[in-house]
């Protein structure tokens, strides 16, 4: 059980994804309190946005198309 837990257990493929989000929203969020203006967010977006990519072009080079 805890091998798992160390190891990502069942989500462990899916960590750049789950912080990616979580951080969308807690920009979203700020922004939306007024911790932060509309370029602070966009910026924070763009770049976990930018990482995402990165991580999906990743993901796809080396396997075959169709």
Do not use: P, W
Not at 11 to 39: E, K, P
């Amino acid at each position: 059980m805890i091998r798992k837990f160390i190891h990502g257990g069942y989500l462990s493929g899916y960590r750049t994804y789950i912080i990616t989000a979580t951080g969308i929203l807690s920009a979203i969020g700020a922004y939306l309190i007024g911790d932060t203006d509309v370029f602070g967010m966009l910026q924070t977006i763009f770049t976990l946005a930018g990482i995402y990519f990165l991580r999906r072009s990743n993901e796809t080079k080396g396997k075959e198309n169709g």
